[in-house]
């Protein structure tokens, strides 16, 4: 292991613990299994914003629902 591995491995610990500590209960009981940073923040936006095909769904929902109130 190199200098800049474990420099990376230490900022990446620290992200990863300020991440845990910004998160509540039930969020940290899904995001304890991640052995990455960057992990925890793709679950989250998995999580929260949905995949692509989630929100194209909720956009053409949206517009039907548009239409529906415009008749």
Known sequence: MTGE???RLQVDDKDM???????????????SSCTSANEICDKLETIYEGTNDVNETKIRLLNLSYENFKI
């Open 5 to 7: 591995d474990r420099r």
């Open 17 to 31: 613990h300020i991440i845990f500590c910004v998160l509540g209960p039930d969020e940290y009981s899904k995001m």
